[in-house]
């Protein structure tokens, strides 16, 4: 199954934070599941990061796509398709990188691994 990693459920895979739920936790070690990370999420954590809000992603930062790479993601562009489907997503949710997220699992057909129920009023399959 192909599913999209949020920020959070990343973070939480790569410092193996127990806030990560067992069946988020198994899907992600699950090898016949195909994982991937939205250039969104390298967004937002360089921007958290910039502004000291997320010091301990600082190397994560230095090494984004290799680290994906060893962790065997699919890094996943921002395409103007994802662009224009985030910026007309209706709603009041007014997080710029969860709007991102929504657009592109949408586009790609592909579920989302996170905590955040928000994901389901946009009628993604969550993975939590």
């Not at 060893?70 to 990188?97: T, Y």
């Not at 009023?121 to 969550?126: A, P, V």
């Amino acid at each position: 199954m192909r599913a999209l990693l949020d920020t959070h459920a990343l973070l939480w895979w790569l410092s193996d934070d127990p806030v990560l739920s067992k069946r988020a936790r198994s899907f992600i070690a699950d090898t016949g599941n195909h994982l991937i990370v939205s250039a969104a999420s390298a967004w937002e954590i360089a921007t958290k990061v910039r502004l000291g809000k997320l010091s301990a992603a600082t190397d994560l930062c230095a090494g984004f796509v290799e680290q994906l790479e060893r962790e065997g993601f699919e890094s996943l562009p921002i395409s103007p398709d994802h662009a224009v489907r985030a910026g007309l997503l209706p709603g009041p949710h007014k997080d710029p990188f969860d709007r991102m997220l929504v657009a592109q699992a949408q586009a790609e057909n592909v579920s989302i691994v996170s905590i955040d129920s928000v994901f389901d009023t946009y009628g993604l399959r969550r993975i939590w």
